[in-house]
């Protein structure tokens, strides 16, 4: 049974910084991709960011790209994603997901988390 279990979200002001973590268990964790998703209120979800297995390969939405960082520590089972320079529009419920292959390509997610809020105030 795999579970994601995802932490670090809270209340922050503009121009700030948060870390979210997602501690993975269940299958190895180093044989798949991950990937950090949110959704908004009244918002399809949409994808932030993914790692394939060893972190050599990483994807940004356009929206998120250079100030939000995923990284990965397999020793951990642990994948996290550094959020810098937070805007309002950064608010949502943030998700991490497993991945079905090594790579991130496809976006095919097996496994999820239940979540954790971000919320970002002007």
């Known amino acids: 049974q795999v579970q994601l279990v995802e932490s670090g979200g809270g209340l922050v002001q503009a121009g700030g910084s948060l870390r979210l973590s997602c501690a993975a268990s269940g299958r190895t964790f180093s044989n798949y991709a991950m990937g950090w998703f949110r959704q908004a209120p009244g918002k399809e979800r949409e994808s932030v960011a993914a790692?394939?297995?060893?972190?050599?390969?990483?994807y940004y939405a356009s929206s998120v790209k250079g100030r939000f960082t995923i990284s990965r520590d397999n020793a951990k089972n642990t994948v996290y994603l550094q959020m810098n320079s937070l805007k309002p529009e950064d608010t949502a419920v943030y998700f991490c997901?497993?991945?079905?292959?090594?790579?991130?390509?496809?976006?095919?997610?097996?496994?999820w988390g239940q979540g954790t809020q971000v919320t970002v105030s002007s």
């Open positions: 997901a497993q991945n079905s292959r090594p790579t991130w390509g496809g976006m095919k997610y097996d496994y």
């Open positions: 790692i394939n297995w060893s972190g050599s390969s990483t």
